[in-house]
């Protein structure tokens, strides 16, 4: 079965640090996502990188940044925490083309 | 830019049928995918349609109409525990960018 492993499941920040979450997956898959959830707006795309050291912007990227040093692990950075970016961040994998495997998401507070 | 446009809210009674649309941008489009996630849980995999038609897994079949720019999701035989969230997903740029749609919240009535 498909892993797609989150660093952290909750957690709590105040407004200006910075936060990093990690997420890795165990399948080899060239393709890698970080999207937020937020009620009523569904998933909506922050990053998204198809190979190592390769990244391209989603709809949302501003206040974000990503790395992806191996091809097994993508991070997501937000270098200044802001009280607009509390929500729910969810990784996700796949082949090229193929079905997406999420993590189980992070809730992330920012006070 | 790309988007893809579903009903917020669908409710239906156990064991009926419902049909639950997606419109997209065509820009740069390659495919539709079918996502469930129930509260609390992450997105899971339901069904994906890369060329037009009907593709059948169970009780949950989806439709692509390229000409259209229009799918659905279509789940029969209802049940209680089908009562989650539903998110159409396009994919783009050589498939390797997949926005996803507002999501459907799926009520089901007893």
């Known amino acids: 079965d498909v892993k797609v492993t989150q660093s952290s499941r909750y957690l709590v920040k105040r407004t200006g640090e910075k936060v990093f979450l990690e997420c890795v997956q165990d399948?080899?898959?060239?393709?890698m996502f970080w999207y937020r959830q937020d009620p009523g707006l569904g998933l909506r795309l922050i990053y998204f990188?198809?190979?190592?050291?390769?990244?391209e912007k989603g709809d949302i990227p501003e206040g974000y940044s990503v790395s992806r040093e191996k091809k097994e692990r993508f991070s997501l950075i937000l270098e200044s925490a802001s009280t607009n970016q509390t929500s729910m961040y969810l990784c996700?994998?796949?082949?090229?083309?193929?079905?997406?495997?999420f993590g189980p998401g992070t809730r992330l507070l920012v006070l | 830019g790309q988007s893809l446009e579903q009903p917020s809210e669908v409710t239906a009674v156990e064991g009926a049928i419902v049909q639950i649309n997606c419109t997209y941008q065509?820009?740069?489009?390659?495919?539709l995918s079918w996502y469930q996630q129930h509260d609390g849980g992450a997105p899971t995999f339901l069904s994906y349609?890369?060329?037009?038609g009907l593709e059948e897994t169970g009780r949950f079949s989806s439709f692509l109409s390229r000409s259209d720019s229009y799918g659905y999701l279509l789940l029969q035989e209802l049940q209680m525990k089908d009562s989650a969230s539903y998110f159409c997903?396009?994919?783009?740029?050589?498939?390797?960018?997949?926005?996803f749609g507002s999501g459907t919240r799926l009520s089901i009535r007893p």
């Open positions: 997903a396009g994919a783009y740029s050589s498939a390797s960018k997949i926005i």
């Open positions: 996700a994998s796949s082949l090229v083309g193929g079905t997406q495997y």
């Open positions: 349609n890369g060329l037009d």
């Open positions: 990188s198809y190979d190592v050291k390769m990244k």
């Open positions: 065509t820009s740069g489009f390659y495919g």
């Open positions: 399948m080899d898959h060239e393709n």
